[in-house]
């Protein structure tokens, strides 16, 4: 059983910058993808991005490129959002999620999901 745990959410003025981490545990998969998504208050859960396990293939929904960067860290089994130039549209849950495949960014791909941590973005 696959276990997410989001950490780093919190308050931030717009225009700062804050990362937010996944921890994964409990699966054995050499190719698998993870995912960050997030869902704002009477919005629906959207996605900001992925990353595989290489680390090295990674992709960037439109609202988020330029100002996210997702990455690794293998040896930790973390994964990291690194936002940066934040706007206040950015607050949200942000979740993270794992699928055991070899491709795949939309929702319906993932079959385990973290708790969430809340990223608040003030103007």
């Known amino acids: 059983d696959v276990q997410l745990v989001e950490s780093g959410g919190g308050l931030v003025q717009a225009g700062g910058s804050l990362r937010i981490s996944c921890g994964a545990s409990g699966f054995t998969r050499v190719d698998y993808v993870i995912g960050w998504f997030r869902q704002a208050p009477g919005k629906e859960r959207e996605v900001v991005g992925c990353i595989d396990s290489s680390g090295h293939n990674r992709w960037h929904a439109d609202s988020v490129k330029g100002r996210f960067t997702i990455s690794s860290d293998n040896a930790k089994k973390t994964v990291y959002l690194q936002m940066n130039s934040l706007k206040p549209e950015d607050t949200a849950v942000y979740y993270c999620?794992?699928?055991?495949?070899?491709?795949?960014?939309?929702?319906?791909?993932?079959?385990?999901w973290g708790q969430g941590t809340q990223v608040t973005v003030t103007s």
């Open positions: 999620a794992f699928h055991g495949g070899i491709g795949g960014c939309t929702e319906g791909h993932f079959g385990s």
